[in-house]
Nanobody
Framework: EVQLVESGGGLVQAGGSLRLSCAAS????????IGWFRQAPGKERELVAT???????DHADSVKGRFSISRDVAKNTVYLQMHSLKPEDTAVYYC??????????WGQGTQVTVSS
């Protein structure tokens, strides 16, 4: 069974940093692309960053230069390092694979709250 568990969220002041973790079981990251998504209250879920099975990373314009996606294949964990956080980054953050996104299957996410 494929499982993804997000962690690392919390309350931080604007300008602060957090590192989110996405621990996988049931598959290995070098077989799948992984994306970090976020959903703010009253808004659509949006894609924040992706990392391909080959390790190529991409980031949404809204977070480029502030967030960085990476992975540790040995630990089967994907990270989202977030710097210079803004109140508009407040959201529940999720990691997921394209296949699970296609069937609308999501984990519990991790809450990030940025205070001004």
């Amino acid at each position: 069974e494929v499982q993804l568990v997000e962690s690392g969220g919390g309350l931080v002041q604007a300008g602060g940093s957090l590192r989110l973790s996405c621990a996988a079981s049931g598959f290995t990251f070098d077989d799948y692309a992984i994306g970090w998504f976020r959903q703010a209250p009253g808004k659509e879920r949006e894609l924040v960053a992706t990392i391909t099975s080959g390790g190529l990373a991409d980031h949404a314009d809204s977070v480029k230069g502030r967030f960085s996606i990476s992975r540790d294949v040995a630990k089967n964990t994907v990270y989202l390092q977030m710097h210079s956080l803004k109140p508009e980054d407040t959201a529940v953050y999720y990691c997921n694979t394209p296949r699970r996104v296609a069937v609308d299957s999501w984990g519990q996410g991790t809450q990030v709250t940025v205070s001004s």
